[in-house]
């Protein structure tokens, strides 16, 4: 529910260079990394690749993003997701398996990041599904909250 965005261009940075990388990070936001469920069970049924149930319009709203250069690195934090004013996430940004940092020295091994690039970082436990008319609202402790009201599906999309 977090994401970073990059200020430089980078690739195959060692574990022992995440200082640097650091260095180039623009900054953090709220962001939401949403799923139709219904896409991706279909492609792991067919045994095709899941992305279709990641790449579509409006799956990966960001709040505004705070810069580094005048908050420093998001390393703790209370993350939370309401629904309808119901809590139905919360963790610690301390939480995540691997630091920003971590992941994004991994993820620089195999592909070539990119000024402007946004990397979501995870979520906590509680994933659920959403509907029609739903007020999603993303705080997570230092950073602009993000709020998503969920609309009618386009017409010519199902």
Known sequence: MTATRLTGTFRQRPASRIAVLRK???GYAAGLDM??????????NKGRPWDTGKNFAWSAPL???RPVESHGHATGGGIRLNVNGELKQAADVGELIWSCAELIS??????RLLPG???????PAGVG???TGDVI???????E??????GDPEPEFP
Do not use: M
Not at 145 to 150: F, K
């Open 24 to 26: 180039r990070r623009l």
């Open 35 to 44: 799923t139709r469920r219904d896409l991706q069970l279909d492609s792991r």
């Open 63 to 65: 709040g505004p993003i």
């Open 106 to 111: 991994h993820l620089s091994k195999l592909e």
């Open 117 to 123: 690039d946004l990397i979501y970082t995870g979520t």
């Open 129 to 131: 599904p959403v509907r």
């Open 137 to 143: 609202e993303v705080t997570i402790d230092g950073l």
């Open 145 to 150: 909250p993000l709020q998503v009201i969920i």
